[in-house]
């Protein structure tokens, strides 16, 4: 294959994800927004604040893990490029083994910590069962090991569309059997069990799936790795595990402290903030984590001129999406809240511009870790997350004890910031191999930028004083104007911006000389 037709390939596997990924996420979205509603209507804000302590729990049980499937696709990218299916076949029976090991470790830590679970509410008398409700939610995720590495040969495999319709269409069902079931019991047990059977259906689908596309898995002739894969991808893992340690640790940090400093309450209230924050984040995660294996191939088979020039363009359209989604987030998201549930589950502004600010810098990282992470860098700044959450848990705790749920936010936006920084000194050095403060500075410029932009939006969508709807409509209105005519003022004649333009007409060119092919066949 050609570079021409390799780069066609690639353009139209991460097209047909993130289209995918677009719709997919889209409807699940909205039907998340119905399920929070109609949980916080049945149950209450004290059993949405319980159900995210226990996602938490989860995620730091997660930690068996070692990052793991990063290793996994990461060793796949050239056995697949090359077709070498006797080594994709070595590779899948060891992540096998490991995966199951790993979901046995994940269940019995568990079994073991539920009895203490109810130590970490601050309130826990309100709450009854709690242990076994944690032991409903354990399994539903342990259990799931067991079948979800073959997932990660479909994505290494530039098929992640695949993965996306199982787990979404899954998602959105098991959301509609949930909503009839509390509407009827009003029984929190019923909700997390209706969440158990789902999540494990839908991995035993794709354990399926991953036998029917690739039969050679089924195959029993499977030769051992080889020592110095083995090394290699255990090296991976190693780092990998500090990276995940970090990872798990950063992102149940707040919520933890914000339960142990604040209130239950308030986690329930920051909880409804994060389903537009995390559908959003997932958007965009998905969005870009399409383009991973695209990327890891063209890392494998192109120049360090052309990784560059593709880093480049993807990185500008990563920060203008972030940037607008961010500055439209900010504004919006108060109307939204007292549209939706009421002005009394609303957070106060401060609070609100420190969510926003931490998005945009998470989803400002996503396209450096993809380079990151589909060149191998794993070794290089593993101890990185380490460093990000003890950032996290010193600053987030000291200023959560003085200033609150605001000193929570403040530190994970300091984390954060160090983290972005170690990411792009390990790319630049390592893969294009050149300074990289020209870049951070124009990333500081950027960040500056995008806040004032938010604040000043927010000022103006907030002189209008009105009923819920017609501040709503106002402040969508305006929002939109006014984020059209800064970027458009500030960008229509920006170099990156005009390097992003130029790849937007090369891919349409490809798109039409594919068709041009088509009909001609």
């Keep these: 294959m050609g570079k021409e037709e390799r780069n066609e390939a690639r353009v139209l596997n991460s097209v047909r994800n993130m289209a995918t990924s677009a ?67 070595s590779y899948m029976v060891f992540f096998k083994k490991a995966y199951q090991v790993i979901g046995t ?37 342990g259990l799931t090991y067991f ?65 029917k596309l690739y039969p050679f898995l089924k195959e029993r002739n499977v030769k051992k790795l080889e020592q110095k894969e083995k090394k290699d991808i255990t090296r991976n893992i190693k780092a990998l595990s500090l ?5 798990v640790a950063i992102g149940s940090i707040d919520s933890l402290l914000i339960s ?3 209130d239950l309450r308030t986690l329930g209230l920051y909880a409804n903030y994060q389903i537009i924050t995390n559908a959003l984040r997932s958007a965009m995660r998905v969005f870009y984590s399409s383009m991973g294996a695209s990327i890891g191939n063209m890392c494998a088979t192109e120049d360090r001129k052309q990784i560059y020039t593709s880093f480049v363009s993807l990185d500008f359209a990563n920060y203008f999406i972030s940037s607008v989604i961010t500055v439209l987030m900010f504004s919006l998201i108060q109307s939204v809240m007292v549209l939706w549930l009421g002005p009394a589950f609303t957070l106060k502004s401060s609070t609100v511009l420190l969510i926003s600010l931490v998005f945009f810098i998470e989803s400002n990282r996503y396209m450096v870790l993809n380079f990151h992470d589909a060149c191998g860098l794993f070794w290089a ?37 160090v983290g972005f920084m170690i990411e792009v000194n390990v790319v630049f050095k390592n893969i294009f191999m050149i300074s990289p403060i020209r870049f951070l500075f124009k990333y500081f410029v950027r960040t500056v930028t995008t806040t004032l932009i938010a604040v000043f939006i927010y000022f103006v969508c907030s002189l209008y004083k009105g009923s819920a709807i017609v501040s709503m409509l106002y402040s969508i209105v305006a929002s939109i ?16 911006f005009l390097l992003v333009k130029k790849s937007l007409k090369a891919i349409v060119g490809s798109f039409r000389k594919r068709i041009g092919r088509a009909e001609k066949g």
């Design 481 to 496: 104007i006014l984020v059209a005519l800064i970027y458009y003022l500030l960008y229509h004649r920006n170099k990156d």
């Design 105 to 141: 470790v994940i269940l019995v830590i568990g079994i073991f910590l539920s009895p203490f679970v109810d130590r970490f509410l601050s309130n826990e008398q309100e709450i009854e069962h709690v242990p076994v409700y944690f032991l409903i939610y354990l399994f539903g995720v």
């Design 23 to 89: 719709v997919l996420q889209t409807v699940l979205g909205i039907l998340a927004f119905v399920d929070r509603t109609i949980f916080i209507r049945c149950l209450s804000l004290e059993y949405l604040g319980l159900n995210s302590l226990f996602s938490n729990i989860l995620n730091v049980l997660s930690m068996a893990e070692l990052g793991m499937s990063s290793a996994i696709a990461f060793a796949l990218y050239k056995p697949i490029a090359e077709k070498n299916y006797d080594l994709i076949k």
């Design 243 to 247: 990276h995940k340690f970090g990872e």
């Design 381 to 417: 700044d593993k101890y990185k997350r380490i460093l990000e959450a003890v950032i996290n848990l010193i600053v987030s705790y000291i200023l959560g004890r003085k200033i609150g749920i605001d000193g929570i936010f403040i530190g994970t936006v300091v984390c954060n910031l």
């Design 260 to 262: 142990a400093l604040v």
């Design 147 to 211: 079948y979800s590495y073959k997932q990660i040969l479909i994505e290494a495999d530039q098929k992640k569309y695949i993965n996306q319709v199982v787990i979404c269409l899954g998602s959105i069902l098991r959301i509609l059997v949930q909503l009839a079931a509390v509407s009827i019991t009003r029984d929190y047990g019923v909700y997390i069990f209706i969440y158990l059977v789902f999540n494990v259906g839908k991995n035993v689908i794709l354990a399926i799936w991953a036998n």
